[in-house]
């Protein structure tokens, strides 16, 4: 054996060695918050086998181990608790979440995992189909009940982002029935706009009972969502809010040329969203125009231009 094989073996020997010592054993409370908040996030309707922590190029990395509808799969978290890949045992896997439009792609076809960069985040936006300026008010309406929209001059900082507040007071016969402040905080480069959670007060009888549906990105699992992205495109699926066993909505993007037609006028090429969740069977539909924004949510249909 030559001097020369012997060195290369002697290396190969010692990086494996080396490989193998930055591997550890931990459990999920061993991570970062980021990244238990992640795995949460992912064991909805999943069991945890196993996470390995690692050093690759010198960056600490969480393999983590899943098993979801029969197959496993391995994902490989940052320690900023972003998904690096996704892979499925036995076949061909994803692409990186960063190599990815969006994100990596959930087994359902749903995204729910998004590449970007914090720093590109405001609290303010012009994505045409919900833009986030303060002083912006939309009056919706069925019947006597009514939806009223309103952007608000707060802004909020949640899980480490300035985002904007827009605020939905819904009435039923009359009364007041529900007030969520939902945080929103847009891509400058892209345009699109991502849901970090909301505040909820339910009423009855002009007095709050609960808050239920409420939840804030990076609480409880929760992580943020995609709400309309600034280039839609049809058949495009995603997840708008991701806290597990409290709001899971998500939406399919089904036209992007609709004609709708409210109290308020006609509008052309609106943006018609399906919305479901995994957490009940219900079913909603969303309509938006480009430069005005929602003009009819089910029932709900714009009472008059802006």
Request: aromatic fraction near 6%.
């Amino acid at each position: 054996m030559s001097a020369k094989f012997l060195m290369a073996a002697g290396l190969a020997v010692g990086i494996c060695g080396c490989a193998t010592m930055h591997e550890v054993k931990v459990t999920i409370e061993q991570t970062p918050p980021a990244v238990q908040q992640t795995i949460k996030s992912e064991l909805v309707g999943a069991r945890l086998e196993d996470i390995a922590r690692k050093q690759r190029q010198g960056e600490t990395i969480y393999e983590t181990d899943i098993i979801k509808n029969g197959h496993k799969w391995e994902l490989v978290i940052g320690e900023d608790g972003r998904i690096i890949s996704r892979l499925r045992e036995g076949g061909a896997g994803e692409p990186p979440a960063d190599k990815m439009e969006g994100g990596a792609a959930s087994e359902a076809g749903w995204r729910e995992s998004f590449a970007v960069s914090r720093s590109d985040l405001a609290a303010t936006g012009s994505n045409p189909w919900l833009t986030i300026q303060p002083g912006r008010v939309l009056e919706l309406r069925n019947g006597i009940d009514s939806l009223t929209i309103t952007v608000l001059n707060d802004v909020m900082t949640v899980d480490g982002v300035e985002v904007g507040v827009l605020e939905e007071r819904e009435t039923k016969n009359g009364k007041l029935a529900e007030v969520s402040r939902n945080f929103f905080a847009t891509d400058k480069s892209t345009g699109d706009v991502y849901y970090f959670g909301e505040e909820v007060d339910n009423y009855q009888d002009g007095t709050i009972i609960d808050h239920e549906s409420a939840w804030r990105a990076g609480e409880k699992g929760a992580r943020f969502g995609l709400m309309i992205p600034g280039r839609p495109k049809v058949g495009d699926k995603f997840y708008q809010e991701i806290a597990p066993r409290v709001a899971m909505d998500r939406v399919e993007i089904v036209s992007t040329d609709e004609t709708v037609r409210t109290p308020a006028g006609t509008f052309e090429h609106c943006l018609h969203l399906k919305e479901t969740t995994p957490l009940d069977a219900d079913v909603s539909h969303k309509w938006h125009a480009p430069g005005v924004g929602m003009v009819k949510d089910d029932e709900f249909e714009l009472a008059q231009k802006p």
